[in-house]
């Protein structure tokens, strides 16, 4: 019987809502290589390039809905949830806002959030709609200049890790979506599941690095998979 679950998604989960995902096969995102525009190094480089590739991702979640996966995600917390039939954790690699859009209680941005802007100087994280390329005053220490895109880059600590690890220490079903198994920490939940004694479940377009390590995986689009799997957990209650 399952009573805790944890979920992890990455990128492939907001592929069909047209947010274009991280390892394309030209191994570019967006036209940019990685160390450009997702490290420290390259935001003290050229601040202005990484401002600019952040303020137009920020700009573009106007355009793009959740998709069939998110909303399946959000009614399976919401049954969990009101059934009172264990704790339920979404944890996302994503920095766009589809999940919380799709409405949950419980869900950790692990690589941070484009509506967020993280200030250098003091160290305030503030929810941020707009561009920063201009440098705007950071809303809780005032200086100008400091803000930065709060996105865990490489080489930089994931949040939440604390409460990731409760709660995989506790859970009795693990399921990653739409994600390649290229990045560790995250690439490493389902061992830490498996140690807990979880099963594990990948939904994914296809076999990812981490495929082998799993109970079982189902491989296809997530606006399709992930639905299904969703009714079959609520039918079975
Ligand atoms: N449905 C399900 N899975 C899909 C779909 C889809 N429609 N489209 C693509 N995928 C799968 C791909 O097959 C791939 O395995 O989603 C995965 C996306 O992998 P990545 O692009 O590597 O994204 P992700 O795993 O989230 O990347 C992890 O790396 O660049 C960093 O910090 C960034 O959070 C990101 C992290």
């Known amino acids: 019987m399952v009573r805790n679950i944890v979920i992890l998604t990455g990128a492939g989960i907001s592929a069909e809502s047209g947010v274009p995902t991280f390892r394309a096969a030209d191994g570019l995102w967006e036209g940019h290589r990685v160390e450009d525009v997702a490290t420290p190094e390259a935001f003290r480089r050229n601040p202005a390039l990484v401002q600019t590739f952040y303020d137009q991702r920020r700009a573009f979640l106007g355009q793009v809905v959740p998709n069939a996966a998110h909303l399946a995600l959000a009614r399976l917390e919401a049954q969990w949830r009101e059934r009172g039939l264990g704790e339920f954790l979404?944890?996302?690699?994503?920095?766009?806002?589809?999940?919380?859009?799709?409405?949950?209680?419980?869900?950790?941005?692990?690589?941070?959030?484009?509506?967020?802007?993280?200030?250098?100087?003091?160290?305030?994280?503030?929810?941020?709609?707009?561009?920063?390329?201009?440098?705007?005053?950071?809303?809780?220490?005032?200086?100008?200049?400091?803000?930065?895109?709060?996105?865990?880059?490489?080489?930089?600590?994931?949040?939440?890790?604390?409460?990731?690890?409760?709660?995989?220490?506790?859970?009795?079903?693990?399921?990653?979506?739409?994600?390649?198994?290229?990045?560790?920490?995250?690439?490493?939940?389902?061992?830490?599941?498996k140690d807990a004694g979880a099963r594990t479940l990948e939904l994914n377009l296809e076999p990812s690095a981490g495929t082998p390590m799993f109970d079982e995986a189902r491989h296809g689009p997530a606006g399709t998979l992930v639905p299904a799997w969703v009714e079959e957990m609520l039918g079975a209650l």
Not at 105 to 115: F, I, V, W
Not at 147 to 153: A, E, G, K
Not at 159 to 182: K, N, P, Q
Request: net charge negative.
């Open 90 to 193: 979404l944890v996302t690699q994503n920095v766009d806002d589809l999940h919380d859009r799709a409405g949950h209680n419980r869900l950790l941005h692990m690589h941070g959030e484009l509506n967020s802007a993280l200030c250098t100087a003091c160290g305030a994280a503030r929810p941020w709609r707009g561009p920063l390329i201009d440098d705007p005053a950071c809303p809780a220490c005032q200086r100008s200049g400091s803000l930065r895109p709060d996105i865990v880059w490489f080489g930089e600590m994931p949040y939440h890790m604390d409460a990731i690890g409760d709660a995989l220490s506790r859970c009795d079903l693990f399921v990653s979506i739409g994600t390649s198994g290229a990045v560790y920490p995250a690439a490493g939940f389902v061992q830490w599941a």
